[in-house]
């Protein structure tokens, strides 16, 4: 059945956000993510604290839609506050390996004894460190640092060997709201 819809979602004191077009700003003290969300039939409206989806006469498609839209928006609330923080764990069981990061790149050295580094670029707007045997990814948008987390975990795909044996390589621990 159609029916007109409104969902909010609440904005927290220190954050604030702009609309320009489709493009959602939300702004607060640990920083600022920017967000597209193109949907012909929902509405977006920012006034006093907070972030109002309208569709008229609403399908479940449009429902979905907006219950997505207001995840995002939440996660982006939840970024400016406390950035997103994944950690991906370095095991080398076989042979020693060396993680380093430079700029926008991370390179592996010593994966598995291969003579030539394996290399990554990350998608800029993170903050990623390596601490011993722990790499530490922050940023304040969610979809860069996990996407962030799954390119260096990637970069250690083992193939033509067995991986009951061969469990080297990088792996997620962590991820932002979740105890894996």
């Known amino acids: 059945m159609k029916e007109d819809l409104i969902r909010e979602v609440e904005l927290v004191n220190g954050v604030s ?13 640990k920083g600022e993510v920017t967000k597209n969300f193109p949907h012909p039939l929902v509405s977006i409206v920012v006034e006093s604290g907070k972030v109002i989806f309208k569709v008229a006469k609403a399908t479940k498609r449009e429902k979905k839609v907006i219950a997505s839209f207001e995840a995002h928006v939440k996660n982006m609330v939840k970024g400016v506050q406390e950035p997103h923080l994944y950690k991906v764990k370095i095991c080398s069981g076989h042979f020693p390996m060396n993680v380093t990061i430079t700029g926008d790149d991370v390179t592996i050295k010593n994966f598995l004894g291969e003579s030539v580094p394996r290399k990554v670029k990350l998608i800029a707007g993170t903050n990623v460190k390596v601490e011993g045997t722990e790499i530490t990814i922050s940023s ?35 991820k932002s709201g979740k105890d894996m």
């Open 17 to 29: 956000a702009e609309l320009k077009e489709n493009s959602l700003t939300v702004k607060g003290p």
């Open 140 to 174: 304040p948008n969610k979809e860069i640092a996990g996407q962030n987390a799954a390119k260096i975990e990637s970069l250690c795909r083992i193939t033509n060997r067995d991986r009951r044996i061969f469990q080297d390589g990088c792996y997620i621990t962590h």
